[in-house]
């Protein structure tokens, strides 16, 4: 009955297939839940020590500069920011990319957050 047992193992293999394959197809679609605080973002004490953490490794000889206290004013005078259409500033839409690899979901939230709130220097 060695045909047989060939039959069994093969859809066993198939059906351990379709689990991997489908459970990582779920893992992508489900975006992530993101809670945010209502209070308004703060640049002094939510963005600009999100860039101490995953940002200034780089961007302190690679422009844009995003070390205090001058990156308030670089990122506001290089237009990083787009205040008519907030997901489409290069600030946010880098976080996609390798640049945004080592941030949460949160933090790329409140990016975007502080930007729809009007990019304040507060
Ligand atoms: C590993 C190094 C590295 C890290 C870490 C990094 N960047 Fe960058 N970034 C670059 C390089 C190189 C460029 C220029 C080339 C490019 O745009 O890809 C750049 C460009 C940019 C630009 C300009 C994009 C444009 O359209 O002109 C912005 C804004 C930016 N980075 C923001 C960030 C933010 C915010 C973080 C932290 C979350 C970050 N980067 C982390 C290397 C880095």
């Known amino acids: 009955m060695k045909y047989r047992y060939g039959i069994n193992a093969l859809t066993a293999m198939l059906m351990l297939f ?13 975006p992530p839940i993101v809670e945010l605080s209502d ?11 999100f860039f101490d953490a995953k940002c200034i490794g780089c961007h302190g000889a690679q422009k844009p500069n995003l070390e205090a206290p001058d990156s308030y004013n670089t990122i506001i005078d290089g237009e990083y920011v787009d205040l008519a259409s907030p997901s489409s500033s290069s600030l946010y839409t880098v976080l996609d990319g390798f ?5 949460s979901a949160s933090q790329k939230a409140l990016v975007l957050k502080w930007i729809e709130e009007g990019a304040l220097d507060n």
Do not use: H, N, R
């Open 18 to 30: 379709l689990a991997f394959t489908s459970g990582c197809y779920y893992d992508k679609v489900v």
């Open 39 to 49: 209070e308004p973002a703060s640049y002094a004490t939510d963005i600009q020590p």
């Open 99 to 103: 640049m945004g690899a080592e941030s």
